[in-house]
């Protein structure tokens, strides 16, 4: 979600809860999940790559 989203949604959020008169929880920090990156993704593509073109190249030579 882009940030603009997320600040809209914690608005209405935020706006509703003071509406019936409770109180926000305390924010908890979510549990980091590290990102693909970018090398696995392209070695995946490549990967996939050779694949394919092994596929195409044993079905043409038949």
Not at 13 to 29: I, M, S
Not at 47 to 60: D, F, N, R, S
């Amino acid at each position: 979600m882009s940030d603009e989203h997320e600040r809209l949604v914690v608005d209405a959020l935020r706006a509703q809860v003071a509406g019936t008169g409770g109180h926000l929880p305390a924010p908890t920090p979510d549990p980091a999940r590290p990102a693909l990156g970018a090398g696995w993704v392209l070695l995946l593509a490549v990967l996939l790559g050779l694949a394919a073109g092994t596929v195409v190249a044993v079905i043409t030579l038949r």
